[in-house]
Structures are given as C-alpha cells and as structure tokens.
C-alpha cells in the first residue's frame, strides 16, 4: 500500500499519527513509538496564551526528537492573535512540518476558558483563529527562509449528540486554509466512553478535498484497516492503544504493507524498552519528575502479566532510576 502522501505539499511518508496527548507523549515517548515505524507525531498541547506570557515550561513541550520528521506543534487557545504569534514562536524555534490547532481537547479545565472543543461552538471564532494562524505560519516560514508550515486542525464530532457539526466545521477549516483535519469519532460530551462513530468521519472526508484522519478506537490492526475502508480516511491517529505498547504501530504498518503482523516482543525487551523510555524522559525532565511520570508508564508495560498489581504497587512508591530496575528485575526478566 502507498503510504506516501502531502498535506499542504508538504510530504508525510506514513498512514500513521501518534496522538497528541497531554502528559503521556513527550519526547521520549515519541521516540519509542517512532522506533517502530514512521510516524506523524505531535507535541503534548501547548498553551498560546503561557508562550505568549514566555512561559519556559510551556517553551520546553515545543522540543522535537532528533531527526524528528514528520512533526507538528499542537497550541491551543481561543484568541485569534494570541496563537497566531505563538505558531510563529513555535515555527522559529523548533521548525516543525505543520502547526496543530487543538479545537478538539474535551476536558473541563480547558473548554471552560473557552478552549478545545469549545470552539466548535463558534465557528466565526474558529475560523478566525485558523486563517490568523495560516496568515502567520507563511510570513513566519518566509521570514526564515524555510520551507512552507501547513496548519492542521484537530476537533470532535461536536459538542454533543444534538449538536454534531463537524461536517460544517470541516468546510469551514478548509475555506479558512486548513491543510488536513483531524476528527476524533466521539462528542465533548462523550469524552472517551462508549464507541467512535466511523460513518460521521465517512461524511466528513466526502465533504472535504484536504486529508482526514481519523482519530478513536484504533486499537489494533485490524482496526487501522477497517477505518481506512469504512471513512476513507488519508491516515489513523492512535492514542491509547499505545499506552505502554509501542509496538501497536509496527503491528499496524504490517497490516497496512499487507505483511505479516510481528508479534510483541517478550517481557524482558518490553521491560527494557520501558526502562529506556523512563531514562531518556529523565535527560529531559530529571530523574524525579521522570520516575514520578513512570508510575503511570511503567504501569501500562506491565499490563496483562502475572501479579501485575503488585509490581504497580512497588512502582507507585519508586523515586528513582535505580529502584525502577530492581522492580524490573523482580518481574524474574533479569534485567
């Protein structure tokens, strides 16, 4: 299968996305799944408004992986302005292949201030933030001599299941010069239960000329090509499903090759795999913050093995590397 296509010209080489996903897809993680195949990654969301603010946390979430292609930095905001400088920000400092708008983030803390998926509830704002950003990310590519930066969108279905709008807000985002959309299949209402409707992103890429990808309930193989036959979609975005299993998308590139699907790796090399995650996160972040993050990571290794809870409960009260390997070790892996 052809798995070379552009989004705003710009040359993408996979039908994969790793998701966006605050708190879970750092840089180290990133680079564990881009291990395993090609992939569209994007950046953990950032704050327009903390960049504009020179926020240095929120500058540090704009770091890439080296080699790191393709890539987008994922913002999110309400105020036309206030992004439009922070894509510009991000295009001089780190030089990603596209800029992400975040229209479709679910949570309380960020559609109360009239964020994420907030603004699918006001499309003239909406549309106004996408073409600052276009306007922006050109003069700021031109300004330094690079190549063009596409801006991409991410929303929902729409608020909820009265007011499902993403076929309106997909026109919208392309007339506005959004160079691909991605929908995640579910409402703001729904956040993350019950199933990704598949037909919904169907109308959406017959209603649109630039690339969808879909986003929801990819969680193996066989998921990846039944949404590609179902919705038509250019590509797969996969988020929890690879949660301590970055192997889903080497799996997934074999199904899509039409080549046989590798098996995960055994224990030992899944344990390691996760120990290098956590090292390379501590280079970041420090050893602290970095074993204080891999209660949660280190957690979804383990899943599925004997006594799992036990070696969770040894995680939760792990502060430092070293520790960390001995819990790994007592698995009986020998690491």
């Known amino acids: 299968m052809n798995q070379s296509f552009s989004i705003g010209g710009v040359t993408v080489g996979t039908l994969q996305a790793l998701a966006p996903m605050a708190g879970v897809t750092d840089r180290a993680f990133r680079a564990i799944c881009r291990e395993q195949a090609r992939l569209l990654t994007y950046t953990e969301m950032v704050s327009a408004r903390a960049l504009s603010h020179g926020d240095e946390k929120s500058k540090k979430l704009l770091r890439l992986g080296v080699d790191e292609h393709p890539v987008a930095v994922q913002l999110f905001g309400n105020d036309p302005s206030c992004l439009a400088e922070a894509a510009a920000f991000a295009i001089c400092e780190v030089a990603p292949d596209f800029i992400d708008l975040n229209m479709g983030c679910p949570t309380p803390k960020i559609t109360a201030n009239g964020d994420g998926c907030a603004l699918m509830r006001n499309l003239p704002l909406a549309e106004r933030i996408i073409g600052a950003c276009v306007s922006a990310a050109a003069v700021a590519a031109s300004a330094a001599s690079a190549p063009s930066v596409p801006v991409t969108v991410k929303c929902r279905l729409g608020w909820d299941r009265g007011h499902i709008n993403v076929v309106e ?167």
Not at 224 to 248: C, H, K, Q, S, Y
């Open 169 to 335: 807000f997909a026109r919208m985002a392309e007339s506005a010069g959004a160079s691909a959309i991605c929908v995640h299949g579910r409402t703001r209402v729904q956040m993350y239960a019950g199933r990704a409707d598949w037909d919904t992103i169907a109308q959406v890429k017959r209603a649109v000329g630039i690339p969808v990808i879909l986003n929801g309930d990819v969680f193996s193989p066989d998921d990846a090509l039944r949404a590609r036959r179902i919705t038509g979609a250019d590509m797969v975005m996969i988020g929890r499903a690879a949660f301590g299993n970055p192997w889903i998308f080497a799996q997934v590139a074999a199904a899509l090759d039409s080549r046989p699907i590798p098996p995960c790796p055994p224990l030992r090399d899944r344990l390691a795999v996760a120990l290098r995650q956590i090292q390379m996160a501590a280079l970041d972040k420090g050893e602290h913050i970095a074993c204080l993050e891999a209660r949660r990571h280190f957690a979804w290794y383990l899943r599925g093995i004997p006594h799992a809870s036990r070696y969770k409960q040894l995680i939760s009260h792990a502060t430092t590397l070293d520790e960390l390997e001995r819990i790994a070790g007592e698995c009986g892996c020998g690491i």
